[in-house]
Each structure stands twice: as structure tokens, then as C-alpha cells.
């Protein structure tokens, strides 16, 4: 005797239209927009895709070029200034005094110098080819830069003043 | 009826929302503002929508009046236009409402959600408008690298005793008084003409040659002199050329030095700045110069990423062989080589790092005669090796940090072979023992140092407070063990500030199978070294 178990086709398409629908929304979970998101910006020219490792190899000068072999100019905020001490938190790892103690010791050995710094680093990628850096995105302005990745905010980013 | 949110609403909105604080920030946030404000009205009223069927009629509204602020506070940024036409309800707070709208409430001509929606549209594009001819009136100047030239340096002062037994044969040889020294004047001068080319000159100051001794007879040199016009007395002394490079650097993998440059060798050496380096006293194996601490000629170097946080670093060298002139002149054709590789792993909170150096040079340390025949009249010169050998020298290096540890080990280990064997000379006195030569040997230098950064960043802040011990091996010649020393040193370095460094630091230093030096020698110093 055959027996047939065969669901109807209206409930598996319903159930295929469900299913597409849950992966679609359920682990993307859009991050949410913070003013405090640090966004990693560079000169609109630049084709180049990099991590978050090789901006901070980038901006610790361990590293002189993009990917594709093109100069690259990382633009700093000013030290101290919140948007530095961010960028030292999350992206570079380290704090600002371990960053000024970088610095001192590869002037000595070798020369190295620390990327020179824009109050509006924003205006500094702007023309500047292969520049590279970065802003708060409440700082950010659409259009004027290429946007290669956003570090998110996170608890500690609301201490010390706004942005 | 409401248009705009509640005075309760409203406080909330400028409190909560951290919109608020950029009005003031960017010239361009305003535009953003007025979108998020609108945002957040929508959410805000969209979390306290009741569920209640007969509340429905109220959405309308709030949405209305959410876009109404929106279009009102992006109009206000242009043309301040203040009205409080269309609040009918609650009297606070004052919500700037656009020019169109308050004239449409005037003529009792409401305006529809679409009407206000476009307006809100036109007022952010004009404001994008002109953030955007502001923001490239002022990035018009950061349009092409700008060369650097920058001037600093470091300098030491140290203190130091010496104790020393009166068998020894170093006993009133050596300096044994409390003594303060200037041990370092450094000064760079370091340009970066354009993104790839940069030179840097690195003037060493030093009182030398003031206070030298010499044997046999004994003299010591006094450099004082007199200025005749104002009868000052000045020390003369000396500058030497520790580093004169250019360096081009257009790739990660490849750049080019040339001058006189630091040998990329160990970690002492390639460190080299007493606010950079831990102990106070360089090691033997860059004391004895088992290698050159610097060498003269060309530099090939680079670096390559095979993985995230991993670099292969290399360097050749070619460069004048060992003399006494080779800053400035090869006694013979071929140049010394050498080759470095070096491979780190750095991770914020560990690292490690392995590099070697291979080198080969040939000295020929030639002595000149002149014979001068008078009834020609003619001149003849003609030289002849004193001192001719090869050199094969290998050095490793490793370093270790993690968690406050640093380990750092280098060794050293160099095989002379002579053509012309050299003529032995007694240290400090520089006399020739006659007939006595130096054998091909082999000499090596080792050293292993252990140091912990003592956590105590609650009581001093940033400041570092670093031990360490290190213990070193120096063989200068393998056949005479007399000549093998042996340094025991333990110290402490305090680090107040990223310019500045202050370190104490005792030794021991014990050569067992010398007769003449076999009683140990005992010292004590303290440095303040200070970049600048």
C-alpha cells in the first residue's frame, strides 16, 4: 500500500518563504548607528581594502604602503585630543603614553617618526592622495571620503567627553 | 490636538539624544541632526505608541508633528524664523517652525505630511550644499606631502664607582673614583624630503680625547684651552659621525641606505639609545666589537608580511671592511657583506622576536714606507699588510616580551682566520709584545638578561619601574683562556616619563683564568639619560 505523506506545496513555500525570511533578519541584527563609531576613512582615490591590523601597523609605521604598493599618508587627530585616545583604544590597542613611549624609542633607533597631525582629519583625507584616517561618525561627512571599515563604539567610548 | 511631542517628550529628546552636542561640533552635522532628531522622534514615539485601537487616530499626528520639529529646526539653522503658531496646547517648549508652515497655519491652510516631507528634503540638500562648499574651501591646503626636517636628541650623565683589589692588575689602570660623566651627547638632524627619501645624520659630542692616558712614559692628555680675548677656559673635545644616511624607501620589501649606518645586528646595537635600552653599560659583544657597531657603504633592506601581525624583516650589507679608516677607506677591493633576518610576531600583550646576522669581511690594515732617492730626484711608497685576516662572524638574538617579562638573549661567535698574523698589543698601554703573534681563533660573546616591569600602575601611574639581572660571557680568544671574562649585573631602570629614564645598576665582573685578573672588579652606577 502507498502511503503518501508528501506536504502540500503551499506549505513548504510558505515555509521556504519563512525560513529566507528569519536567515534574512534574525542574525543580521543591523548594528546600530552610534555617533561614537569609529569609522576608518581614506582618500577617495584609494582602491585598497585593509584590516584593522594593517591600519594599525599603518599607523605605527610598521608598515609604509598600501597593499597595491601606493605611499600611504595615515593623518592622526591630535594626541590627547578623544578622538586620538579612541583610536588608540580600539584600534591601535595601546594607550597614549605607551604610544608617546613608541615614538620616543623608534626616533632614537631608527629615526621613525609618528604620523603628523590634522585637527580635522576629515579635511586632511579629503584631497590628499593615499591618506588614510579616522572620525567619529558624528564627524563624518558622506561624500568626501571612502569609508573602509567601522570599529563600533562601545561602553567606554562615552567616557571623557562627547565626540 | 498635538503637532509636536510633549514638553515631557521633548526634555527627553534634548537630553537623551546625543544630537544635541554636535550642533556645535561640525560645521555639516546639522543636516544629520535634523535627520536623526527626526529619527529619534519617530522611534521614541513609535516605542510609546499605545496599543489601544481607539489611541490609532495619534499616530498621524505625532508623525506629523515629529517632521514638523524636523523641518522647523533645519529651517531655523538658515533663517531663524521662531513661531509658536501651531503649538495649541502646551505652551513649551518654543518649537521653531519653517517659514511655509507657519504661514500655512496662519492662513489656516494646514500643511499635509507630504508638503512637509519635501520641504524637509529641500532644506537638508541646500544644507549639504553648503557644508560641502565649506568643506572643500578649507581642505584645499592638504593637497601634497609636506617635507619634514626635525632636530633632537639624547643625552647621559652617570655616576660610577669602581672597586678594585689592589692584585689586580687593572688597579690604578682603571678609573676606580666617584665620578660624574657626560657619556652621551647625541644630536639627529632627520629630513623626509618626499615620502620615499629621507637622511639623517646622527652627531655623536664627546670631552674625548680629554683626560686620555698613555704609558710608557705616562702622559695625559689635557685639551684646556685659553680663548685669548676673553681668557675663558674651554674643553676642547670631539664629534664623532655615528650615523650620515640617506635611505629611499618606496616599497614595504625594498629600501636602499647608503652612508654610514648602525649594523642591523643583536638587539643592543640596533636599540642604541641609552633611553631605549634597559642596563647602563653596553654588553662585551658590542664592547669588544665582534662585529662593527657601524659600517660605511650600502644597505639593501625591507620587510614582508606574511601574516597578520607576523613580519620578516631583512637587510644585506655591503659595506668597507674593518680598519682603522674604514669610515672612510678600504684597504682592499672586496667589500664585507653581511645578511640579516629577522621574524617578529607582535601581539599587544606578547611578542617574539628571532633575527640573525651573518657577516664576512676580509681586513687588510696596511702599513706605508716612503723611500725618497734624492738624485733623481724620485719618491716611491710602498705598503705592506701588518695585520690581514678573514672574518666570519654569525650573531643571534631573541627576544621574548609578555606581561611585564622581557627576556633578551644575544650571542655572537666570530672565526678569524690570518694571512698575516697581527702582532699582539697590550690593552690600555698599547706596546707591541715583540714576537708575539695572534693565532687564528675563535672568539665569541653572550649574554642573557631577564627583566619584569613590576605592576604597579595604581601607585605610579604610567611610569615604569623595571629589575632586571643579566648575566654575560665574553671569550676573546679561544686559545688563551686567560682572557675569558665573566659579568654578573643586576639593576633597576625607572622610566618617569616616555623622555626621560633613571637607572641604578651594580656588577660583577670575574675573569677566573686570568692571573692578573682573577680578583673581581666591582662597580656601581646610576644614569640619568634624557631624549630631548
Not at chain 1, 23 to 35: C, I, L, M
Not at chain 1, 124 to 150: D, H, I
Not at chain 2, 458 to 480: C, H, R, V, Y
Amino acid at each position: 500500500m502507498h502511503t503518501s505523506h508528501k506536504p502540500p506545496i503551499a506549505s513548504l513555500l510558505a515555509a521556504a518563504v519563512l525560513g529566507l525570511a528569519m536567515s534574512g533578519s534574525t542574525p543580521v541584527q543591523a548594528q546600530k548607528e552610534d555617533p561614537y563609531d569609529l569609522m576608518i576613512v581614506c582618500n577617495k582615490a584609494v582602491k585598497d581594502n585593509i584590516d584593522v591590523a594593517t591600519v594599525r601597523d599603518l599607523f605605527l609605521r610598521k608598515r609604509l604602503t598600501w597593499p597595491s604598493g601606493a605611499n600611504v599618508v595615515p593623518i592622526n587627530a591630535s594626541m590627547g585630543s578623544k578622538l586620538r585616545r579612541e583610536f588608540q583604544r580600539r584600534v591601535l590597542l595601546i594607550t597614549d603614553a605607551e604610544e608617546t613611549k613608541y615614538w620616543e624609542k623608534n626616533k632614537i633607533m631608527s629615526a621613525l617618526t609618528a604620523p603628523p597631525e590634522f585637527e580635522g582629519t576629515l579635511r586632511a583625507v579629503f584631497k590628499l592622495s593615499g591618506s588614510l584616517t579616522y572620525v567619529f561618525r558624528a564627524q563624518f561627512k558622506e561624500g568626501v571620503s571612502r569609508v573602509m571599515f567601522v570599529v563600533p563604539s562601545d561602553e567606554k567610548s562615552y567616557e571623557g567627553g562627547k565626540p | 490636538m498635538r503637532r509636536i511631542p510633549s514638553p515631557r517628550l521633548w526634555s527627553e529628546l534634548v537630553k537623551e539624544s546625543p544630537t544635541e552636542q554636535f550642533e556645535t561640533n561640525s560645521v555639516w552635522s546639522q543636516g544629520a541632526t535634523t535627520r536623526r532628531i527626526r529619527r529619534y522622534v519617530e522611534e521614541k514615539q513609535r516605542s510609546e505608541r499605545p496599543n489601544s485601537a481607539e489611541m490609532r487616530p495619534r499616530r498621524f499626528f505625532h508623525k506629523l508633528s515629529a517632521l514638523g520639529i524636523s523641518a522647523a529646526l533645519a529651517t531655523s539653522w538658515s533663517a531663524p524664523a521662531w513661531s509658536q503658531e501651531t503649538i495649541d496646547s502646551d505652551p513649551q517648549p518654543a518649537a521653531p517652525q519653517a517659514p511655509s508652515e507657519a504661514t500655512a497655519a496662519q492662513a489656516g491652510d494646514a500643511p499635509t505630511l507630504e508638503s512637509l516631507q519635501k520641504r524637509v528634503e529641500e532644506l537638508e540638500l541646500q544644507q549639504e550644499d553648503q557644508e560641502m562648499e565649506a568643506f572643500e574651501a578649507t581642505a584645499g591646503e592638504m593637497t601634497s606631502f609636506k617635507p619634514t626636517f626635525s632636530v633632537y636628541g639624547f643625552l647621559t650623565v652617570s655616576l660610577m664607582r669602581a672597586w678594585i683589589s689592589k692584585n689586580n692588575i687593572l688597579y690604578n689602570l682603571m678609573h676606580d673614583k666617584l665620578s660624574f660623566a657626560i657619556s652621551n651627547v647625541n644630536l639627529y638632524f632627520h629630513s623626509r624630503m618626499t615620502q620615499s627619501l629621507s637622511a639623517m645624520v646622527e652627531l655623536y659630542f664627546t670631552f674625548a680625547p680629554q683626560g686620555r692616558e698613555s704609558y710608557m712614559p705616562y702622559g695625559r692628555l689635557d685639551t684646556t684651552v685659553t680663548e685669548s680675548s676673553t681668557l675663558r677656559q674651554h674643553v676642547l673635545g670631539g664629534v664623532a659621525i655615528e650615523r650620515a644616511q640617506a635611505t629611499w624607501q618606496r616599497f614595504d620589501f625594498l629600501g636602499v641606505t647608503v652612508g654610514r649606518f648602525i649594523t642591523p645586528y643583536g638587539v643592543w646595537n640596533v636599540e642604541h639609545g641609552a633611553t631605549v635600552f634597559l642596563p647602563l653599560i653596553p654588553p662585551y659583544v658590542m664592547a669588544n666589537h665582534i662585529l662593527p657597531n657601524a659600517q660605511t657603504g650600502l644597505m639593501i633592506h625591507g620587510r614582508f608580511f606574511p601574516h597578520s601581525g607576523i613580519y620578516l624583516d631583512y637587510a644585506i650589507t655591503a659595506a668597507n671592511n674593518r680598519s682603522d679608516v674604514e669610515a672612510s677607506l678600504d684597504f682592499s677591493d672586496n667589500k664585507a657583506l653581511g645578511l640579516r633576518l629577522q621574524l617578529r610576531y607582535e601581539h599587544p600583550k606578547f611578542g617574539v622576536s628571532l633575527g640573525g646576522y651573518g657577516y664576512w669581511g676580509q681586513v687588510d690594515i696596511q702599513q706605508k714606507e716612503e723611500q725618497i732617492d734624492l738624485s733623481v730626484p724620485t719618491i716611491h711608497i710602498s705598503s705592506k699588510s701588518r695585520d690581514k685576516h678573514t672574518e666570519l662572524t654569525g650573531a643571534l638574538d631573541l627576544v621574548v616580551t609578555g606581561y611585564g617579562v622581557r627576556l633578551q638573549a644575544e650571542y655572537a661567535r666570530s672565526l678569524v682566520t690570518y694571512d698575516v698574523h697581527a702582532q699582539r698589543i697590550a690593552p690600555y698601554f698599547d706596546v707591541v709584545f715583540e714576537g708575539s703573534y695572534i693565532p687564528d681563533h675563535v672568539r665569541s660573546d653572550g649574554y642573557l638578561m631577564l627583566a619584569y616591569e613590576l605592576p604597579l600602575e595604581k601607585l605610579l601611574g604610567d611610569m615604569t619601574l623595571t629589575p632586571f639581572i643579566l648575566l654575560e660571557q665574553s671569550i676573546a680568544e679561544d686559545a688563551n683562556k686567560s682572557s675569558n671574562a665573566y659579568d654578573y649585573r643586576a639593576g633597576l631602570n625607572f622610566k618617569p616619563s616616555s623622555y626621560w629614564v633613571l637607572k641604578l645598576e651594580g656588577s660583577m665582573m670575574w675573569a677566573p683564568d686570568s692571573v692578573y685578573l682573577k680578583s673581581k672588579i666591582y662597580y656601581v652606577g646610576a644614569q640619568a639619560a634624557v631624549s630631548f
